[in-house]
């Protein structure tokens, strides 16, 4: 029997999903950033040509060691690239350790990430380190990339709110100086029209407006000038469905210059693959080679666990700092 905590949570839940009022917002922490349309209609799009050169990038992190006031964490950032429908380039990243906390925890995290611009006392968690990390694969793949290509991100093209905003900027604008586009897709929005899914709602009035198995996209917000880049260029946002067989829309940030329509019919010819319909197959293999799996945790663990003997730290001390006394108890 539903608790009446649960009912009422249920009946507001419906109110919302059955009913989403009007008004464009994003309850992320880049929501400030953001002018919203005062609506968002989608639009028939069209698929173009594939792009001769596409990179995509993605991320990966896995918690070697918990000790709580201690943590050893591991981070990649994994780049692939696809030129005439073929993979090229399969580079996983190099596999980056960090050690959290200690009594000079900020000091020193915040000197190993590199950066100019970021206080010493600036607040590092796995979220800053990994982005760090990814941001910079994508300031590669620009480097890197042939004129016209599109390079993709995973994720929204907003990095960390700790990373200084040039960083952005100086990408966007040699990106644009190589006739090179940078995307971010975003699989699981946190867009909202009143309060509700935007995706969702989207993609129910598409399929009345433009047909069930139609492709199409919509304009839902431009970054404010000089937000984040510290140009003038900024971002746009969009929604979009990229294949007829797509079940579901992302949310893909773009340039702000970018020829919308055109860079998403271009992007269209990447999510044809019939496992992930909709979705860019560059990002999908990107995520595969990022991610951080079971087995290499225990081998990090290992590893890290060997050099803690070889530094003199005797089996008692390291049981002691790293045991999970929570998980011990649920098997007892």
């Given at each position: 029997m539903a608790t009446p905590t649960l009912e009422r949570a249920a009946e507001r839940l419906a109110a919302l999903l059955g009913a989403p009022g009007t008004g464009l917002r994003d309850p992320s922490e880049h929501s400030?950033?953001?002018?919203?349309?005062?609506?968002?209609?989608?639009?028939?799009?069209?698929?173009?040509?594939?792009?001769?050169?596409?990179?995509?990038?993605?991320?990966?992190?896995?918690?070697?060691?918990?000790?709580r006031c201690l943590q050893v964490l591991v981070t990649r950032a994994s780049r692939v690239r696809f030129q005439g429908g073929r993979c090229v380039t399969e580079d996983e990243g190099e596999l980056r350790a960090h050690l959290l906390g200690g009594a000079d925890e900020r000091a020193a995290a915040v000197e190993a990430l590199g950066l100019d611009g970021i206080a010493a006392d600036t607040s590092v968690d796995v979220n800053l380190l990994r982005d760090r990390w990814e941001w910079d694969a994508v300031r590669q793949c620009v480097e890197e990339a042939d004129p016209g290509a599109l390079v993709l991100v995973d994720g929204d093209l907003q990095p960390d709110w700790r990373i200084p905003?040039?960083?952005?900027?100086?990408?966007?604008?040699?990106?644009?100086?190589?006739?090179?586009?940078?995307?971010?897709?975003?699989?699981?929005?946190?867009?909202?029209?009143?309060?509700?899914?935007?995706?969702?709602?989207?993609?129910?009035?598409?399929?009345?407006?433009?047909?069930?198995?139609?492709?199409?996209?919509?304009?839902?917000?431009?970054?404010?000038?000089?937000?984040?880049?510290?140009?003038?260029?900024?971002?746009?946002?969009?929604?979009?469905?990229?294949?007829?067989?797509?079940?579901?829309?992302?949310?893909?940030?773009?340039?702000?210059?970018?020829?919308?329509?055109?860079?998403?019919?271009?992007?269209?010819?990447?999510?044809?693959?019939?496992?992930?319909?909709?979705?860019?197959?560059?990002?999908?293999?990107?995520?595969?080679?990022?991610?951080?799996?079971g087995w290499l945790r225990s081998e990090a663990w290992l590893q890290l666990d060997e050099l803690l003997a070889r530094a003199g730290l005797s089996a008692e001390v390291r049981d002691r700092a790293f045991t999970d006394r929570h998980r011990l108890m649920e098997r007892s």
């Open positions: 400030a950033n953001l002018i919203f349309e005062a609506e968002a209609v989608p639009r028939p799009l069209d698929r173009l040509a594939p792009p001769a050169d596409a990179w995509a990038v993605d991320g990966g992190q896995a918690l070697v060691a918990d000790a905003s040039s960083f952005l900027g100086d990408l966007l604008r040699r990106a644009t100086d190589r006739g090179v586009v940078p995307a971010g897709i975003t699989k699981h929005s946190s867009l909202a029209r009143g309060g509700a899914p935007l995706l969702g709602v989207l993609e129910l009035e598409a399929a009345e407006a433009v047909g069930p198995r139609a492709m199409w996209w919509a304009p839902v917000a431009r970054t404010r000038a000089s937000a984040r880049t510290d140009t003038g260029a900024g971002l746009q946002v969009v929604a979009a469905r990229l294949d007829p067989d797509a079940r579901f829309a992302f949310r893909v940030d773009l340039p702000a210059g970018a020829d919308a329509a055109a860079t998403l019919g271009r992007l269209a010819a990447l999510c044809d693959d019939a496992a992930f319909p909709g979705y860019p197959y560059p990002l999908a293999v990107a995520d595969r080679l990022a991610a951080c799996p």
